[in-house]
């Protein structure tokens, strides 16, 4: 277990005040709330509760018993009521009369459909059984790691026994499904004194009459495996000691930032991944100890952990001491292979005839010596859990290394739940990715109106965001808005001004440990100045010129560098002026900068085309709203030069356009994603006005 977690105790976090009126079927869902909330007792996901309760029959309006019981899918800490699934006992007892045995259990999913009552859409998970034949009124099955570590020992049943005595029970390895139902239906009324068992490999069943009660049993029995594995492991070193020190927190995530671009480039064939960096303490004595080679080739022992992890991970060759990182990254090709050919074997030892096919053979996991564990999925969400699912199996590792041999599941038995017929069925039924997903983007000037636009739009199409702008108040501002909106986990902020070379540099390392690398940049930083060429200073067309040139110049050439080191190509869109076009008067600086810009784009898309990196421009005009360069002089200078008034200016705009409309934020948003997403794969060089119409900014 993590050194913190057995010092700080499970705390009861039931209140009869609560649970006072509450429905059998509201306690438990209150009692789910609650386990799901501490990740020592479940993981994301994982585990699942029940209640038998008796129910009104819509048709008959008799009392039946219904098991209310968590669906398919669906976390215990975040679920609703309409979480569960509901089915009639009797007809789950029925079954028993139509199952043909072990070899045929998969077929009994396929009838779960039929016991459903009220018509409740929520699809049962394989695990039904697993609640449905114990004969209690609650049942809780939790994945807690202190458990986890008795169950994947390999003196696991003496270890159940002398911690537990006879309360606990104890059952041998056997996936999930009809047939293990119907074990524990067994067990039960073999030890009717029993209050649980342990499932070996896998977790924890606990169960009672009372829905307080069994909430309370199930902490007191994760809490007293945590304190046996104290008690034994006090003073020892963990995973036979450490082989390497830790770098500083700062170096680690520099060698991440240059790591994660390199394998998200060689992962992402068959989808755009996503990167999440862990350097919690745990991993880091995992990573930097004596037997990671030894226990991470072992693999993972509980289903949830593999499922979302790979049965093992990738171990980056890097040297803490010897900081051989050029080395490593130069050897990475070769790693990734060797992953992915081990992969392929393992598949092929194992399949069935009717085994779906080989799915991404890379790995998932990468524990990196003296820095932290990475982890790639398809989104960043599935890229943390992922990490948090690995944390839980190096907690089991070290619990059970410490007091016994730690075993993890058989390799074929791995796969036959890897590749199981029900899980695949499952993956085919998600929807189909959205356009950007996968997709990582940098938004500079992000807290502004056409930048918090474009990333609100990237962000609908599935995308993760950095917003990056000077102005910190009205960036955090800015972002939370869109966390409010899409989650926390794909909105990242960064401060940056972008003619300050370092700063732009530390904002693509922060979004390379963020999110893995990039893969669209949104370079719209402004100003606007406007002024008679004999009252502009040097100093206000130094200002223009460092904003928008030199800046998009510095944003660009550090997205050209973390672009190549990927290898997958990307989008660069530059957000312009229509005045980059045609010109204005007494706005020389600004015009002749957004000039530059326009050319600057045109070259970079002649450098970029090899490489698969596109580089477009968007040339708004008169976008008022929520633009940030109309809240100053601006706004003022522009009217006094077209002789109207702040209220009178947008009019204006609007009826010199060639459609009479309005621009605004929302439209510069539509074209950025069209210019960033595959539907415009095969353009480059070029310029989309969303100007309303303007003959004089036509791009030829």
Not at 60 to 79: F, P, R, Y
Not at 306 to 330: Q, S
Not at 642 to 659: A, I, P, Q, V
Request: glycine share 8%; with cysteine.
């Amino acid at each position: 277990m993590p050194k913190d977690d057995t010092a700080k105790r499970l705390e009861n976090l039931w209140d009869d005040a609560v649970a006072a009126g509450m429905s059998e079927a509201d306690k438990l869902l209150y009692r789910s709330n609650l386990l799901g909330s501490d990740k020592r007792i479940t993981n994301y996901g994982g585990g699942n509760t029940s209640a038998k309760v008796v129910e009104r029959d819509p048709l008959t309006g008799a009392g039946v018993e219904v098991l209310w019981v968590k669906g398919s899918g669906g976390d215990l800490g975040s679920m609703k009521r309409d979480g569960f699934a509901t089915l009639y006992m009797d007809k789950l007892n029925a079954l028993k009369g139509v199952y043909r045995g072990p070899d045929h259990e998969d077929e009994m999913v396929g009838y779960l459909p039929h016991c459903t009552f009220d018509l409740n859409p929520r699809a049962a998970s394989i695990d039904t059984p697993l609640h449905a034949y114990v004969p209690r009124r609650h049942v809780d099955h939790m994945h807690p790691d202190a458990v986890i570590a008795i169950a994947a020992a390999a003196n696991s049943q003496d270890l159940t026994a002398e911690i537990f005595g006879g309360e606990i029970g104890w059952l041998p390895w056997k996936r999930p499904g009809y047939e293990l139902g119907l074990w524990l239906e067994r067990f039960c009324l073999e030890n009717p004194a029993a209050k649980g068992v342990v499932l070996e490999s896998h977790g924890l069943f606990t169960w009672a009459d009372d829905a307080k009660e069994c909430y309370e049993l199930t902490l007191a029995t994760i809490q007293k495996a945590q304190d046996w594995f104290a008690a034994r492991t006090s003073g020892k070193p963990a995973f036979g000691g450490a082989k390497h020190v830790s770098l500083p927190p700062e170096a680690r995530r520099a060698v991440a930032a240059k790591l994660m671009p390199a394998i998200r480039g060689m992962v992402s064939g068959q989808h755009h991944m996503v990167g999440h960096f862990d350097d919690q303490p745990a991993v880091l004595d995992f990573v930097n100890s004596q037997e990671l080679d030894a226990l991470a080739a072992l693999g993972t022992s509980c289903p949830d952990h593999f499922l979302r992890t790979k049965i093992r991970p990738l171990v980056v060759a890097f040297d803490p001491e010897a900081n051989n990182l050029g080395a490593v990254i130069e050897g990475l090709p070769a790693q990734v292979a060797a992953y992915r050919e081990d992969y392929a074997a393992y598949y092929a030892r194992c399949k069935h005839d009717n085994s779906p096919a080989l799915r991404d053979p890379n790995a998932v996991v990468y524990l990196v010596p003296g820095v932290g564990m990475l982890t790639f999925a398809k989104d960043k969400a599935t890229a943390r859990i992922s990490g948090e699912f690995y944390v839980n199996a190096i907690n089991v590792m070290r619990g059970a290394s410490a007091v016994s041999t730690y075993v993890g599941l058989p390799e074929q038995e791995a796969f036959d739940i890897e590749y199981w017929l029900l899980e695949e069925a499952k993956l085919q039924r998600m929807p189909k990715p959205k356009s950007l997903a996968g997709r990582v983007a940098l938004v500079t000037g992000g807290a502004g109106g056409i930048g918090s636009a474009i990333a609100e739009k990237y962000l609908a199409e599935g995308a993760c965001v950095m917003l990056a702008d000077i102005d910190e108040a009205s960036l955090g501002a800015a972002a939370e808005g869109l966390i409010l909106r899409h989650g926390r986990d794909v909105v990242r902020v960064v401060a940056m001004n972008v003619t300050d070379e370092e700063a732009v540099a530390r904002a693509y390392a922060e979004i390379a440990v963020e999110f893995g690398g990039v893969d669209i940049l949104v370079s719209n930083a402004g100003i606007a100045s406007s002024a008679p060429v004999e009252e502009t200073t040097l100093e206000l067309w130094q200002k223009n010129i460092d904003i928008l040139s030199t800046g998009y110049f510095l944003v660009s050439r550090e997205a050209f560098k973390l672009l190549r080191a990927q290898g997958m190509g990307g989008s660069v869109v530059f957000v312009a002026s229509k005045n980059g076009l045609a010109a204005s008067p007494n706005a020389s600086a600004y015009c002749t900068s957004k000039a530059s810009e326009i050319h600057l784009a045109r070259c970079l898309a002649l450098e970029g085309a090899e490489a698969g990196i596109r580089v477009n421009v968007v040339n708004p005009d008169a976008v008022l709203r929520g633009s940030k360069i109309w809240q100053g002089e601006w706004l003022e200078q522009r009217a006094s030069t077209y002789k109207t008034d702040k209220e009178g200016l947008e009019e204006m705009y609007r009826n010199r356009s060639m459609l009479k409309r309005s621009v605004y934020p929302e439209d510069i948003a539509e074209a950025a994603y069209f210019l960033a997403s595959d539907l415009s794969a095969k353009s480059t060089g070029n310029i989309i006005n969303v100007d309303a119409g303007n003959k004089e900014s036509f791009p030829r």
